[in-house]
């Protein structure tokens, strides 16, 4: 039972809808233009915790293949 409670928590959480206002999407795609412009337009949409959390680990992976440790 507690299982099937925390699933339902952690669902609800990962596919909470965006609810940043116009100017702090704007705010964090200028923050994220030096990464480029892709980067910055994904700022722009509306994307659940789960997409960002998925960018996040995808950064993550492209800065260690960039700068791997000796």
């Keep these: ?3 099937l409670l925390v699933a339902r ?9 965006d609810r940043r ?7 964090d795609a200028i923050h994220d233009l030096p990464k480029g412009v892709n980067k ?3 700022q722009l ?3 659940t915790p789960a ?3 998925g ?8 800065n260690a293949k960039r700068f791997p440790n000796p």
Excluded: C, H, N
Excluded at 21 to 27: D, L, S
Excluded at 55 to 62: G, I, L, N
């Design 55 to 62: 960018d996040s680990v995808r950064d993550a992976e492209d």
């Design 9 to 17: 928590a952690m669902y609800s959480l990962l596919t909470m809808p």
């Design 21 to 27: 206002a116009a100017t702090e999407r704007v705010g």
């Design 51 to 53: 997409q960002k959390l």
């Design 45 to 47: 949409k509306d994307r």
């Design 40 to 42: 910055a337009q994904e």
């Design 1 to 3: 039972m507690l299982i």
